[in-house]
T-cell receptor
């Protein structure tokens, strides 16, 4: 069964430093997608970045990059130059399904709370 | 304009009542979802509609019934509310089967508290 694991319940980082949030996944589907979402204290879910299983290069979006290591089944989020506004809960998710069975259903990890220190 | 909007944002109600949460998206997407986030922040899918057709129906009590009058709207009706239904309910949408469908947008969430 598909599964997403985030082993870091909480992380601290100094402002302006880089931080890596870990995510490992398990699936037997050859085609899948990996997502990261940010949930600030206000509660909304903000899409950050997407990586497809067949993408050759790691995804990047501004200060966010996804370190995709397919053989190790890991999809870590790297945030460069942390800002105070990055303090939030971060969720890794996997899109389940392949081909015609791809319903877009997301399976989420437990989340990592990141606190950026001034 | 908010891409995926949910109403109400906050809802406090008594056990046994029936309530609805509405969701609308203006992104032109064809697929919409309801997710539930429990008190431990764990997110789990409940339902999904594609072009008004139910395509995902997870193990959810029958008291929860989704309705999609058109592909831009997906409502969630809950009968006989129980204390355990207290959670944050998120609506989401995407375009299934397209490259842009790799981005799944969420609404701001609806905080339901059953007392």
């Amino acid at each position: 069964a598909q599964k997403i694991t985030q082993t870091q319940p909480g992380m601290f980082v100094q402002e302006k430093e880089a931080v890596t949030l870990d995510c490992t996944y398990d699936t037997s589907d050859p085609s899948y997608g990996l997502f990261w979402y940010k949930q600030p204290s206000s509660g909304e879910m903000i899409f950050l970045i997407y990586q497809g299983s067949y993408d050759q290069q790691n995804a990047t979006e501004g200060r966010y990059s996804l370190n995709f290591q397919k053989a190790r089944k890991s999809a870590n989020l790297v945030i460069s130059a942390s800002q105070l506004g990055d303090s939030a809960m971060y969720f890794c998710a996997m899109r389940e399904g392949y081909g015609s069975s791809n319903t877009g259903k997301l399976i989420f990890g437990q989340g990592t709370t990141l606190q950026v220190k001034p | 304009d908010t891409a995926v909007s949910q109403t109400p944002k906050y809802l406090v109600t008594q056990m046994g009542n029936d309530k609805s949460i509405k969701c609308e998206q203006n992104l032109g997407h064809d697929t919409m979802y309801w997710y539930k986030q429990d008190s431990k922040k764990f997110l789990k899918i409940m339902f999904s509609y594609n072009n008004k057709e139910l395509i995902i129906n997870e193990t959810v009590p029958n008291r929860f019934s989704p309705k999609s009058p058109d592909k831009a709207h997906l409502n969630l009706h809950i009968n006989s509310l129980e204390l355990g239904d207290s959670a944050v309910y998120f609506c989401a949408s995407r375009s299934l089967g397209t490259a842009s469908g790799n981005t799944i947008y969420f609404g701001e969430g609806s905080w339901l508290t059953v007392v």
